[in-house]
């Protein structure tokens, strides 16, 4: 093995032996398929494994398990997480991550494995930083807003929950010649619109990352009810700049007064459900290699998947960078809309 002061940033001759894991943040389908992969690959090459419940809370308050094959039976399609994910403010606080230090110490737990969102890997890059426990991240979440990786845990269930739900809402639309207005969940990201916008044949899809001119929307209404073209479904994301279903349904409502307008809000029926089979795969990808960078001194790094290759870029990338949404696909919207 090369010396430590000729190794790169991230990699590391320490030997890892004692692992935790934990889930944290937003909670997305298949974190449960990533915690099996994580115990179960630990397990084999003979480290102690040991669940974290509640995501750096537990890490606070001392709530932590040794954890083997067995208790990680029956989970693989469960929704959810069985370790339970939080949101934790003592975190942020130096006292707060020195209180989990110790807990880790007394046990021994020389590495760590993350699953979560950007927030929980800014966590884990302040805690590495401060205590010298290599933390790898998993990418977990719905809103696939994170670089470096093709996947994130989650998505691909989160838009499938999309998909079947706005299929439905398309056949009483089209029963009762209306305008759906369908919310899907994402903040800061438009993906699951995006996705679900696309796969489900909408009209218009709303999203935070690109400029909504409801001016253009408008028109392009106008001029598909002159056509007959009666049932239309609009695709927003809640964090699109007009706020939400509720908001551009308002607009429209005063714009278009004959129009038949419905607004109709998914909300967490997209969290949860059983994980896809792409999700358990991409789950049961990330947590053994996870635990294959503990072992071969690859630190701090987020797992991805890129091109079907696993993908290692260092956490503060992860948290730095976003991913950009593809104009051409915008363009496949308003081309397949018409
Ligand atoms: P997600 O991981 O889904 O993006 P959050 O942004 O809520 O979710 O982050 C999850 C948790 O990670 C926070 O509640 C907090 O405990 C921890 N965390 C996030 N950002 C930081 C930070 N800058 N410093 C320390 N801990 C952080």
Sequence with gaps: ?????????????????????LTSGGDSPGMNAAVRAVVRTGNYHGLEVYGIMRGYSGMIEDDIFQMDSRSVANIIQRGGTILKTARSKDFFEPEGRAKAYENLKKRGI??????????????????????????????????????????????DTAVNTAVEAIDKIRDTADAHDRLFIVEVMGRDAGYIALHSGIATGAENILIPETKTDIEELISSLTEKEKRKKLVNLIVVAEGDEYGGANEVAEIIKKRLPNADTRVCILGHIQRGGSPTCLDRLIASRMGYHAVECLLNGRFNVMVGILNNKMNYIPL???????????????????????
């Design 316 to 338: 503060d990338n992860a948290i730095k960078a976003k991913q950009k949404i593809s104009e051409d696909w915008l363009k496949i919207v308003k081309i397949l809309a018409s």
């Design 1 to 21: 093995m090369q010396k430590k002061e000729e190794l790169p940033k991230e990699m590391s001759d320490k030997k890892v032996t004692k692992i935790g894991v």
């Design 110 to 155: 020389n590495g760590l494995v993350i699953i979560g969102g950007d927030g929980s890997f800014r966590g884990a890059q302040k805690f590495s930083n401060e205590f010298d426990i290599p933390c790898i991240g998993l990418p977990g979440t719905i809103d696939k807003d994170i670089a470096g990786s093709d996947f994130t845990i989650g998505f």
